[in-house]
């Protein structure tokens, strides 16, 4: 894709959404990178029902630490892969206590040496709580990059590099939450919504979708 091509892309979706926000509820660092770890693979409105419960009745590491992988698994248990992410949870949790007083670090490798953080976890972190402006690539960015021509690539490491490369600067801040919206609601994995599509004539998709 062009750069002023991109250039009018993001600016369409800025007009659309000026300020974008996750769709997770949280009300601290360490609440919002739970419910990121509970994320993988499953929907946001799925994680929010299982941590509202959980958020208001253990809203601290120390309270969360408390609960054991037991008890965190029966608020979860309708997240899927829930054992392996109660267990990831307490882990991390344990660790962030030990090393960093329960405070979330402001460092991505100190991020990604924690159980159930990746690159992606990481980078979301890095964004919404320190104002970083990395962009993290989901199944939605990632399908939406490869669709629409803005960033190409065979794993989704290929396309953060690339988006990095493409995005504007005054938009990068911005610009995966943009994309993760546009992607879940819009531009979906089996009929993309073409015909309600801000960015349709930029878009280089050849099968677009008439209704």
Known sequence: MQPQKV???????????PAPETELRYGSPYQLLVAVILSAQATDKGVNRATGPLFK????????????????????????????KAKNVIAMTRLLLEHHGG?????????EAL???????????????FGEPTIAVDTHIFRLAN?????????VVAVERKL?????AEFRQHAHHWLILHGRYVCK????????????????????TES
């Open 164 to 168: 990095l490369k493409v995005v504007p």
């Open 103 to 111: 405070e979330v670090p402001h460092d991505r490798a100190a991020l």
């Open 147 to 155: 669709r629409t021509g803005l960033a190409p690539g065979k794993d």
């Open 7 to 17: 250039h009018d892309l993001f600016s369409r979706l800025q007009a659309a959404d």
């Open 115 to 129: 159980p159930g953080v990746g690159r992606k976890t990481a980078n979301v972190i890095l964004n919404i709580v």
């Open 57 to 84: 009745d253990a809203p601290t590491p120390e309270a969360i630490l408390a609960l054991g992988e037991e008890r965190l698994a029966d608020y979860i248990q309708t997240i899927g892969l829930y054992r392996t």
């Open 189 to 208: 994995a089996r009929k993309p919504d073409c015909p309600r599509c801000t960015i349709r004539d930029l878009c280089g998709h050849r099968d677009k």
